[in-house]
């Protein structure tokens, strides 16, 4: 706002004579009115004059997810854009306590002061580094060096009771720790010193901080998400980790000589997403010179991550000229103007995000009047459904409608027959994409139950509402004649966790709603059982 008092204040002082006292003129003179209409003119006017980014509110703001950035200084114009705070090097070991027991927080005090003034999420990042730590630990021995570690978490932990997200551990598959075995080594687990470090952030921070890890090139190959996913469960199983972060730096996707596989990449996400934890993109940039090749790369990858249901945050790392990691990744340039891929986050992030089909999804022995569930997109006023027997949806189009509401159930359609459907959302600023087509098979049967209490002509299981979910989720079912109904969930194990329903029923069609508090975030199985019907569904508990 530095350049807005340069403006406004000479006018205010020239116009409406600031600078002498309201006693000498009085407050009933002409010349006093006279100034301050003057004054009300040439502010009014002024402040039209300003641009709409001065007023402007986060890219983000209202949104189910943040856009964040990291941060390593306070500049004027961050919060016009993002509304989640990352310090770049600020929070790093190295850079608070270079010498040992001389610690330098200003910095980071800044950072995170900025945050919670702002009410932003505060991300540390970040406990232990294998890239980033204080030379003068390595001529330690192991006690000191684990003293020192532990020291360190605590510190942290205790000046800066309000993070919202810490990375305990980044990079430990790609960076060398050389203090690793003073906390443990490899250990039994093979992750020994991983686990103290959690133990430790679990035991100093804050009740409520939600402890991640956070590392690079994960989703290129399936080797490398299978080795974070049982990394991931090796904490999981502790109690110690609340999320992960997958960086999404540009040169995990494509590079000079290569370009991994999208479809790779969407399906080792989905992967991560079973697993039950949010999943924050921390580190996103792309370093490209050309104005219109970096935006066709953000209209590439950005959407692959803001529209996963499980990714619950995106941090760029970086947004202006000269200071910024990657170059060539900044998204204002050196006279501060917008370079066309900020310009299309603009649009793009208050435009409805596609919606995700649920259920039914690649599933046969369905109603012929089949009950079509997606997964609502933020700030969506209305809903564009499409239903037909061709996966092209061109021509034999059955379904063409449009409603406000997350679910419909369809009219009846042919009997055994194979239907592809797909759903678009929209709102005042535009139209998503639409969902990735699902299908289903009909079976030869229809469920109906009509408003005066008809029977369903056969017992039907549906796939619950949300899904992923948390805490509460909603799960449908019918029964063609009255009797014992037994609903329970399970884990993947066959360890029952929860009754839902056990007791006699009337004929119907029936929602009950299933609350996964206490239970930790994971997939889970459920199964109805009615007289000779029997089935099983999967729901998945994010936490």
């Known amino acids: 706002m530095h350049d807005l008092n ?4 000479p006018l205010l002082q020239r116009y409406a004579n600031l600078t002498k006292p309201v006693s000498v003129m009085g407050f009933g003179s002409p010349r006093f009115w006279k100034q301050c209409s003057i004054f009300i003119f040439v502010f009014v006017f002024v402040v039209g004059l300003l641009p709409l980014q001065l007023i402007a509110q986060p890219l983000a703001s209202g949104k189910s997810k943040f856009l964040g950035c990291s941060m390593r200084s306070i500049r004027t114009n961050f919060s016009k854009y993002w509304n989640q705070v990352t310090p770049d090097n600020a929070g790093k070991w190295a850079s608070v306590e270079s010498s040992q027991d001389q610690y330098n927080w200003t910095p980071l005090d800044n950072i995170y002061n900025y945050a919670m003034t702002n009410g932003f999420p505060y991300r540390h990042h970040t406990f232990i580094w294998g890239s980033q730590y204080p030379g003068w630990i390595t001529s330690l021995d192991s006690a000191s060096q684990r003293a020192q570690v532990e020291e360190w978490i605590r510190l942290v932990g205790t000046r800066y009771p309000n993070i919202n997200f810490v990375d305990v551990v980044n990079e430990p598959f790609t960076t060398q720790v050389p203090f690793k075995n003073a906390l443990g080594g490899d250990g039994a687990t093979g992750w020994d010193w991983v686990i103290t470090a959690f133990r430790w952030a679990r035991q100093y921070c804050a009740p409520g901080v939600k402890l991640h890890l956070n590392e690079y090139n994960i989703l290129h190959n399936n080797t490398a998400t299978d080795r974070y996913m049982a990394l991931i469960d090796t904490l999981k199983v502790r109690g110690l980790i609340d999320g992960f972060g997958i ?15 999208i479809p790779t990449i969407k399906s080792n996400l989905d992967r991560l997403a079973a697993k039950g934890l949010p999943i924050y993109i921390t580190e996103f940039d792309i370093n490209e010179p050309v104005d219109s090749v970096q935006l066709q790369n953000y209209k590439t990858y950005f959407p692959i991550f803001w529209e996963h249901p ?31 891929a900020l310009q299309w986050l603009r649009t793009y992030i208050v435009s409805p995000f596609a919606p995700v089909a649920i259920s039914p999804v690649g599933v046969g022995g369905v109603p012929r009047n089949p009950v079509l569930f997606w997964h609502s997109s933020d700030s969506a006023t209305s809903y564009h459904l499409q239903v037909s027997t061709s996966s092209t949806f061109s021509p034999s189009i059955i379904t063409d409608t449009t409603i406000t509401d997350t679910t419909i159930q369809l009219s009846p359609l042919a009997e055994s027959t194979r239907y592809y459907w797909r759903v678009s959302a929209s709102n005042e600023h535009g139209t998503s994409e639409y ?10 049967f229809i469920v109906s139950v009509s408003d005066d209490g008809g029977i369903p002509a056969q017992p039907f299981l549906s796939q619950n509402y949300p899904n992923p979910f948390n805490p509460v989720t909603r799960i449908q079912y019918s029964i063609p004649e009255n009797g014992y109904v037994s609903l329970k969930v399970y884990s993947l194990v066959g360890t029952e966790v929860a009754i839902v329903i056990s007791g006699v029923q ?4 029936h929602t009950v709603m299933f609350e996964g508090t206490g239970l930790a975030g994971g997939v889970y199985l459920y199964r109805l059982q009615s007289g000779n019907f029997m089935e099983t569904r999967k729901l998945l508990l994010l936490k």
Request: hydrophobic letters at 35%.
């Open 6 to 9: 340069i403006l406004i204040y």
């Open 247 to 261: 960086q999404g730096h540009y040169f995990e996707f494509k590079g000079s000589g290569y370009t991994w596989s």
């Open 310 to 340: 499980a990714v619950k945050g995106i941090t760029l790392w970086g947004y202006v000229d000269g200071d910024i990691w990657q170059g060539n990744a900044n998204l204002l340039d050196s006279r501060n103007a917008e370079r066309p």
């Open 435 to 444: 969902s990735t087509a699902a299908y289903f098979k009909t079976d030869i």
């Open 506 to 509: 009337h004929a119907g069609r």
